[in-house]
T-cell receptor, first 113, second 115 residues
């Protein structure tokens, strides 16, 4: 069972470079999320997509853009990377049924030099 | 806005003993859910347990139980009979029903189980 798949798992960028983190889920979930994890700060929501065709800002959206390509895929783009964006990024999804627990990808570690 | 507070950055526990991880939350909503996730050193996020705000019984899942005290706005996780594999970071999280199933997370507590 693949669940939520993120690529790449590791990436090193130079300041000013751009990149896209890809996320795909095979659970037919409606809602998808991008979080970043920094030491001592837990996980903070960057952007989310409550359903196909919609996206909304989370707590820390500055410097990021997202695209909900279809029901399965939700990508996160850094247009001009900054050292402050060095972090571990998690994609997650939920069916919005039962407890509505989030299912997470394995994370993508991004370093911006 | 919702706020989750985990005041214990790190804890040590002896193998086979129980450990309680503190979590307090702040919301003005009446309908909400509380979650605990485990993050081992490998980095993945593992869902452990869930408590709804209207659930009258405390949630239990195997060796995990959630001590839910609604009036005090606390949702402490109790791990009984700790095992070496319980060494990990633990996150408390909350979702209110009005906000598109977004989870707000606390800063986390690192648990180290000693043999």
């Amino acid at each position: 069972n693949a669940g939520v798949t993120q690529t790449p798992k590791f990436q090193v960028l130079k300041t000013g470079q751009s990149m896209t983190l890809q996320c795909a889920q095979d659970m037919n979930h409606n809602s998808m999320y991008w979080y970043r994890q920094d030491p001592g700060m837990g996980l903070r929501l960057i952007y989310y997509s409550a359903s196909e065709g919609t996206t909304d800002k989370g707590e820390v959206p500055n410097g990021y853009n997202v695209s909900r390509l279809n029901k399965r895929e939700f990508s996160l783009r850094l247009e001009s990377a900054a050292p402050s964006q060095t972090s571990v990024y998690f994609c997650a999804s939920t069916s919005r049924r039962d407890t509505g627990e989030l299912f997470f990808g394995e994370g993508s570690r991004l370093t911006v030099l | 806005a919702q706020k989750i507070t985990q005041t214990q950055p790190g804890m040590f526990v002896q193998e086979k003993e129980a450990v309680t991880l503190d979590c307090t939350y702040d919301t003005s909503d009446q309908s909400y859910g509380l979650f605990w996730y485990k993050q081992p050193s490998s980095g993945e996020m593992i869902f452990l347990i869930y408590q709804g705000s209207y659930d009258e019984q405390n949630a239990t899942e195997g060796r995990y139980s959630l001590n839910f005290q609604k009036a005090r706005k606390s949702a402490n996780l109790v791990i009984s009979a700790s095992q070496l594999g319980d060494s990990a970071m633990y996150f408390c999280a909350m979702r209110v029903w009005s906000n598109d199933y977004k989870l707000s997370f606390g800063a986390g507590t690192t648990v180290t189980v000693r043999a």
